[in-house]
């Protein structure tokens, strides 16, 4: 018996437990991707908001 | 069922070694066996429990602590006393919006179970009950301790269970859920891939959880031994893991039934009742609910539509199974914003009276009956029974008997002949329903009931009984 076949009384199907790396991965990235987009965004945003708000003062 | 130790396992429950569950002197129990200790303890200790508990998605359970009344097991580690659910209801009975709302706890039972260092072990749509409109995660021991790397073992069994037939149900039709009938164990992903249209290949989730899924299954099925070892070296990383959730739980949230149009899904708007009938029929079954007594506790609605006359009976404080034919309509029942105390006590079920469940599984007796699960204390059968006499060619008797069979008082109402549903009926087809009046439905009760009230229900042809058990 495998290490990998854990809980013995499901069986999980060999070929989902390949193919849900693959899946997980794709998908992961895709998920952190965005995220990573996103807080870019918000960052560069706010760096551009206090960049403004400097001028402003500085006038 | 089988015998463990000095209890017997209810029938659906000898799959898992880590415990089981019984009935004793009408009682739930779960026992928790030393195969499921190690885990059981860990989902204490982590406070999975209590954040499930605390969020409502795990049925609640206390530790019984005096056990011998159940006799010595050498196997047992605890003892479990869940809180009842009042109705068991299956998979196949629900609705496409029942189905995808049991995904959806699934998959947050299984994040949470994650934050926890803990992981679903299957990812079976039996672990999901409903209490009124919401469903609740029901198997205590479905958590196994998560060892980081390895791949979720459910992951199969939650597209066969959960995936596929949403899919089947958001290309084809959602009367397609009740392919869960059939497919007691979920749609097999060759089967989903087989019946789905093409289009269905363009949905990212679809593509990757059921064809690319189906593919890698029929690849590696034949590898044997060389394959297995080959698997267990794979590893499912943190990322592949939050990916994998993330992807299903998309994939599940953008599947929604398409609009379809029903024999029975607009029943309400277009029925031969005045407003003001109607309203008189929604008093007189109001009326004869009080008139029951015990006061019931469990009543079952028969040809429930959109649960229109269920939510009285819910309204006066019993559960009330809704069940219809149409998915349209019991869906309606089931997304209706009832106000909470209803929506507790309201369950809508997709059933076929003239085919109703049967037991299923392992020896019949995995999944229970419809009959099984009654009698209850009222019966409702409005606008019911010419559907099953003429509609269906049920005699009379037959349909008196199966209502015996259901409950212990009915709340009937005969439509006789004239009455313009009824010749709608037979307006296609010859008269060949002698006996179906008012004098021979009577007769046809008699066998089983006594007449309590008779009352005519005013602006229609139509009478309303309530009978109880002789």
Known sequence: MHALFHFA????????????????????????????IRNAGSKAKGMLTRSKDNTVKSE | MSKTGSVTAHAASFRDPAGFIFSQDGTIYRQVNTDGRADYDHAVSSGLFKKLWDEELLVVHAEVTKTAAFGRDTKRYKLLKPTVIPFISYPYEWTFAQLRDAALLTLRVQKIALEHGMIL????????????????????????????????????????????????????????????????????????????????RFNRGLFSHLYLHNSAQRRHQAGGEAVAARTAERKVSNLAMTGLMASLERTVRVLKPKDAKTQWGDYYTFTNYSDAAFEAKRKLVSGLLTEVKPKPQLVWDLGANNGEFSV????????????????????????????????????PLVQDLTNPSPGLGWAHAERMSLLERGPVDVVLALALIHHLAIGNNVPLPDVASFLAACGRNVIIEFVPKGDSKVDHLLASREDIFDEYDEQHFEAAMGKHFNIVAKKPVKGSRRTVYLFTER
């Not at chain 2, 869906?331 to 914003?337: F, G």
Request: hydrophobic share 45%; with cysteine; aromatic share 12%.
């Open chain 2, 312 to 347: 009285l009976a819910a309204g006066q404080g019993a559960y009330t199974v809704a069940f219809d034919i149409d998915t349209v309509a019991v869906q309606r029942a089931y997304r209706n914003k009832w106000p909470d105390e209803t929506a507790a006590r309201l369950l």
């Open chain 2, 121 to 200: 072990k299957d990812a079976s749509a039996y672990n999901v009950q409903f209490v009124g409109t919401r469903p609740i995660f029901i198997d205590t021991l479905s958590f196994a301790k998560y060892e980081a790397g390895k791949p979720w073992e459910g992951y199969k069994q939650f597209c066969e269970h959960f995936i596929a037939p949403l899919a089947l149900g958001r290309y084809d039709t959602t009367d397609m859920i009740q392919t869960l009938r059939t497919y007691l164990d979920g749609v097999p992903l060759a089967i989903a891939c087989a019946l789905l249209p093409r289009k269905a």
């Open chain 1, 9 to 36: 009384y499901l069986d999980p199907g060999t070929g989902s437990l390949i193919i849900q790396s693959l899946i997980g991965i794709t998908a992961g990235v895709a998920v952190f991707g965005r995220k990573a």
